[in-house]
């Protein structure tokens, strides 16, 4: 209302929000909905029947979590002046509209796709054929690698809006890309859309509100958003999909508008990933269905506490080699300046060969405390990282995980849905078949994994060792070194 800082807004009028990180407090605190029957006043309930948002690159700060698909909300002014947070029910002529951003993903159970009548037509197929591990996916010849590089601070509306741009280039092509980290979360998110019920998608690095022009922040970051896209390159079905094909190849601005827009309607989301797969195999049996499943939740699980425990050691260490321990050397080092010093003034001849190893020695040790200082940027710091990707990876894991063993609880009560003719008795076998396709493609993600795991530990395994045998014959060379100071008697 005009002068006191509130919306009023009649039914079916739209309303276009241009920033919906702060659509529901904004609408908890400033909308009055008027109807024509009726004026609710401050203090009661009101819904949002529709909300449509501008396309993003239309306001595109970076902290901006705007979206190219509509957004609707439906705020209780009351409930949220009580400090309530969830309603269930709304009065007048209002409708219900969820806020969740894929309902095919997180909210439908997998009786979507089992259940089915009509599949929706895809073209693009997923493969699963039985290798010597078992049900693989079907790799490419050559595997797509992608450098993100040469990070550019770029600015919007004569500067009042800055980001910082990523080069990011495809093997295949060669043709670099500019992107920003609001880009990098679309693909994420329409990943996650797409192929979350059957493929863990890792989450993206976290955004920062403060220091995120800053050099070492950029650098992180941008060392993180590589290692998320070599993931995803690595990925047989991820790096084959057209979404992933569109941010790394479109041509310009209306190719990249064009092919979200395209995206962002794809019916195959969620459970019907499934609909897609295409396994070489026979059928599997039920009680084979749930062992797989049981089994690789088990050892995700166990690996998940192993590598949260890995985490914590690691980060107790990094803690005490940049404070407590370099701090323990250098009192070593002033001890024995210390001792030197007292040597020093005795005035008996032939003391400086002693005095002066001692100063040596004292020199040595705050050299060393400052090698340990800087020793886990140079190998922990990837063993942590690595470990930060695994722990994101299982935790993708439970989702995917549980829409398996609701199937599987799905078709042990098909007889009972058939004799209560929730389903009919054609519906049983196509259920069974269809159950088999999600274990293969849950088996031939669970290869994917140990493979891609066995060959991470290795790397990242032998580049730790690498290093701390560097360190230590660092060290070794000091030591070696002042000890030569020394006359042997």
């Known amino acids: 209302m005009p002068g006191n800082g509130e919306l009023t807004v009649k039914e079916g009028e739209t309303i276009t929000i241009t920033n919906q990180v702060s659509v529901r407090p904004y609408l908890q605190t400033l909308i009055w909905v008027h109807f024509p029957e009726r004026c609710l006043v ?90 010597e591990v078992g049900p693989v996916w079907l790799y490419p010849e050559v595997q797509m690698e992608c450098l993100v590089a040469d990070p550019k601070k770029g600015s919007k509306m004569y500067g009042l809006k800055s980001y ?109 990933i499934f609909s897609q797969i295409e396994a070489e195999a026979p059928e599997l049996g039920l009680d084979e269905v749930e062992r797989k499943c049981e089994s690789f939740s088990r050892f995700t699980k166990a690996m998940d506490d192993k590598v949260k425990d890995l985490l914590a050691v690691g980060h107790d260490h990094w803690k005490r080699c940049t404070g407590p321990l370099p701090k323990q050397y250098q009192k070593i080092a002033k001890a024995f300046q210390n001792l030197s010093t007292v040597f020093s003034s005795s005035g008996y001849q032939g003391e400086s060969t002693l005095t002066d190893a001692l100063t040596a020695t004292g020199k040595t040790y705050e050299e060393i405390a400052t090698i340990i200082s800087e020793q886990p940027k140079k190998d922990l710091h990837f063993l942590v990282e690595t470990n930060l990707e695994y722990k994101g990876i299982l935790g993708c894991f439970p989702e995917t995980i549980t829409v398996h063993k609701a199937a599987i609880d799905k078709l042990k009560d098909a007889d009972k849905l058939v004799a209560t003719n929730k389903i009919s008795p054609h519906d049983k076998p196509v259920m069974a078949k269809r159950v088999s396709n999600m274990s293969y493609a849950l088996q031939a993600e669970m290869n994917h994994f140990h493979s891609n795991r066995i060959h991470d530990y290795n790397r990242v395994m032998q580049f730790y060792l690498e290093e701390q045998v560097k360190l230590y014959e660092t060290i070794a060379g000091k030591l070696r070194a002042a000890l030569q100071q020394y006359t042997t008697l």
């Open 164 to 272: 910082i741009e990523y080069q990011v280039t495809p093997s295949t092509t060669n043709r670099p890309v500019n992107h920003r980290y609001k880009h990098f979360d679309w693909l994420y998110e329409r990943l996650l859309e797409k192929y979350g019920s059957a493929i863990p998608i890792p989450s993206l690095p976290d955004k920062q509100v403060t220091g995120r022009f800053d050099e070492d922040f950029i650098k992180l970051r941008m060392e993180r958003l590589q290692s998320w896209m070599s993931r995803m390159c690595r990925h047989p079905i991820v790096s084959n999909s057209e979404v992933l094909q569109l941010f790394l190849n479109h041509q310009d601005e209306k190719d990249w508008k064009l092919g979200k827009r395209k995206a962002e309607k794809d019916e195959t989301v969620g459970v019907m």
């Open 42 to 131: 401050k203090g009661s309930r009101c819904s949002i029947v529709a909300v449509t948002a501008m396309d993003d690159d239309e306001w595109d700060d970076e902290w901006d979590d705007t979206r190219s698909s509509a957004c609707y909300a439906e705020v209780d002014l009351e409930a949220a002046e009580e400090g309530a947070t969830n309603r269930t029910e709304v009065q007048g002529p209002t409708r219900k509209i969820t806020l969740n951003k894929f309902p095919g993903f997180s909210k439908s159970g997998p009786e979507l796709y089992l259940l089915a009548k009509m599949l929706p037509k895809g073209k693009e197929k997923i493969s699963v054929y039985m290798g």
